[in-house]
C-alpha cells in the first residue's frame, strides 16, 4: 500500500501505480485533486491511503482491506478479549463485506455497519455513524439557560425527561438554588416513567426483531399508559420541555394519584404477560442465550453502562452511585447479571421495569406538598395571572423569556442513570445568560462502538438480536 499523498505537492497514486499531478493553476487545486482522487480508489475497491483521518467524505469511513494492527483489533472484537475465542471455526481466504444500513429497519436509527462475512461468520464490523448529525451541542449554545431544556430534549428521544433533568441540575448547581421538595419528587416520578415507557418500547421492537410479532403490541399498548399521562401532565407525548430550571413546568394534573395507580398496575400485569411470552419460549432462548456476548472488562473498556453493564455483571448505577433530586431516599434494588448476552438484558430491563414502578409508588405516596418550582425571581417567571395585573411582573416574564438569566462563571458535570445508562452533561458558562460549551455524555454512543465485540465471530443472523438488545438510539450519538 502506499504512503498517504502529500498534499502540498498534490503527488498522488493512480490505481495504475502511475503518479499524477494536480495542475497548479489555482489555489486550493492540488488538495481538491487529491480528495476526488482517494474518493475515486474507495468506490472502485482499490487499494486506498491509510491516512484519511482529515477527510470528511463517506469513502474515507469505509473498512479497508488491510488495516494496521490496533485498528484490526477494534473490528474483529479482540481489542480487550476474544471472547469467542475457538467458536468459529476456521477462516477462509473468500470473505466478502456488505453494508447493514443506513436505512434499515432494524438498526433502530440511521446507523451503517460495515460488516466482513466469512461465510455465514461476522469476521470483522464496522460501525459508521455521522448521518443524522443535528449539532444540539453547538445549538445549546446559542440558546439561554431557559431555552437550553427545549433543545436537548430531541438528543434521546425515548429518553427525553432525562435529558432535560440532566441539563437543568447542571444548570441549577452552577446557579446555586435549591429545589423545593415537590418539585424533585415530581422529577425523581416523571423520569422513572420514562425509564419505564423507554424499555418498554424496547421490548416491543426487539421482540419484533427477534420475530415475536406479539411482543410489539402488547409492548406498545402498555407503553400509552405511561405516554397518555405524559400528555396529560405536560401536554406533549414525547419532547416534553417540562423539566426546566429551577423546577417542572407545571404542578401534576387532577387526578393524577388514579392515573399513576393505573399505570402500575397495568405495566405490571403485562410485565406478567412478556414473561410467560418469552422466556420460556425455545426458540426465544436460541436466539438470546449466548448471544451478543460482552464481558465486564469490555464493558469497562468501551465505557458500557446502564442495562448493557449490570447484564455483564457491574451492579453501577448513578442513582446509587452519585444521587440526585432526592433519589436517594426511595427503596429500590439494582438487578444485575452475569452472562452479558441478549436474553439477560431482557432480564435486566424486564427488573428494572419493577424497580421503577417501585419508586414510582413510593414518589406518588409521599408526595410532599409545596411549590413545583423554586421561589427565587431570578429564575422562575411570575404566574401568568399576576401578567394581567402587574407591569412589573409583565416586565419580569418578558426579560427571562427573551433575555434568559446570567450564570455565574464555572463548568460542572452533571450525570444521572437514563434508561440507557449514564447521561451526563458537561457544562461551561462564562457569566452570561447563554452557556459558553455544552457537551453530552451519551450512552447510547458507547454501545455503538462496542458492536465489534459484540458482534465479531457470530452468525450474521444472530446481527440483529445483539443490535438490539444494545437499545442504542442515534439522536444520542449524531448529537
Request: hydrophobic share 40%.
Amino acid at each position: 500500500m502506499s504512503n498517504p499523498p502529500d498534499v502540498v505537492t498534490g503527488e498522488i497514486e493512480a490505481p495504475d501505480g502511475r503518479a499524477q499531478s494536480a495542475p497548479p493553476s489555482q489555489p486550493g487545486a492540488a488538495e481538491a485533486t487529491v480528495r476526488r482522487t482517494m474518493h475515486d480508489l474507495w468506490i472502485t475497491g482499490t487499494e486506498a491511503p491509510t491516512d484519511t483521518g482529515r477527510f470528511t467524505d463517506e469513502g474515507s469511513q469505509e473498512m479497508l482491506l488491510v488495516e494496521d494492527e490496533r485498528v484490526l483489533a477494534e473490528q474483529m472484537g479482540t481489542l480487550v478479549v476474544d471472547d469467542y475465542e475457538g467458536r468459529a471455526g476456521e477462516s477462509s481466504d473468500e470473505t466478502q463485506i456488505i453494508n447493514m444500513g443506513p436505512q434499515h429497519p432494524a438498526t433502530h436509527g440511521v446507523l451503517r455497519l460495515q460488516i466482513e462475512l466469512d461465510g455465514e461468520t461476522i469476521r470483522r464490523v464496522k460501525p459508521i455513524i455521522g448521518y443524522l448529525h443535528t449539532g444540539m451541542e453547538k445549538t445549546a449554545e446559542m440558546l439561554t439557560f431557559m431555552q437550553g431544556p427545549t433543545n436537548v430534549t430531541r438528543m434521546d428521544y425515548l429518553s427525553p425527561l432525562h435529558n432535560e433533568l440532566a441539563f437543568c441540575l447542571a444548570v441549577e448547581r452552577l446557579l446555586g438554588v435549591e429545589i423545593p421538595p415537590r418539585a424533585q419528587a415530581i422529577r425523581v416520578m416523571m423520569t422513572e416513567l420514562n425509564r419505564v415507557a423507554s424499555h418498554l418500547l424496547w421490548s416491543a421492537s426487539t421482540g419484533l426483531d427477534l420475530g415475536a410479532l406479539s411482543m410489539m403490541l402488547y409492548g406498545w399498548r402498555d407503553r400509552e399508559l405511561v405516554l397518555a399521562f405524559f400528555e396529560k401532565t405536560t401536554g406533549l407525548r414525547m419532547n416534553h420541555n417540562y423539566i426546566r430550571p429551577g423546577g417542572v413546568a407545571a404542578d401534576l394534573p387532577d387526578g393524577w394519584e388514579e392515573d399513576v395507580a393505573a399505570i402500575n398496575e397495568g405495566v405490571l400485569r403485562g410485565l406478567a404477560e412478556y414473561e410467560a411470552l418469552l422466556l420460556d419460549n425455545p426458540i426465544f432462548r436460541q436466539r438470546t442465550i449466548g448471544i451478543g456476548t460482552l464481558t465486564a472488562e469490555e464493558c469497562l473498556a468501551f465505557g458500557v453502562t446502564g442495562p448493557m453493564l449490570r447484564a455483564a455483571g457491574i451492579g453501577y448505577d448513578v442513582r446509587k452511585a452519585f444521587p440526585y433530586s432526592g433519589i436517594e431516599q426511595y427503596e429500590f434494588d439494582v438487578p444485575v447479571l452475569h452472562n452479558g448476552d441478549v436474553y439477560d438484558r431482557f432480564l435486566i430491563r424486564f427488573e428494572e421495569i419493577r424497580q421503577s414502578l417501585r419508586i414510582v409508588e413510593q414518589a406518588a405516596r409521599t408526595m410532599p406538598p409545596g411549590d413545583y418550582r423554586t421561589e427565587d425571581r431570578k429564575v422562575t417567571p411570575p404566574p401568568r395571572a399576576r401578567i394581567d395585573q402587574s407591569m412589573e411582573a409583565l416586565i419580569h416574564h418578558f426579560k427571562i423569556f427573551t433575555e434568559g438569566f446570567r450564570v455565574p462563571a464555572g463548568e460542572v458535570y452533571q450525570a444521572v442513570e437514563s434508561a440507557r445508562g449514564e447521561l451526563g452533561v458537561y457544562m461551561v458558562s462564562s457569566g452570561g445568560a447563554k452557556p459558553w460549551r455544552v457537551h453530552v455524555r451519551g450512552p447510547s454512543f458507547a454501545h455503538i462502538q462496542v458492536l465489534p465485540a459484540m458482534l465479531t465471530d457470530s452468525l450474521i443472523a444472530d446481527t440483529v438480536a445483539a443490535l438490539a438488545s444494545a437499545d442504542t438510539v442515534l439522536g444520542d450519538v449524531d448529537r
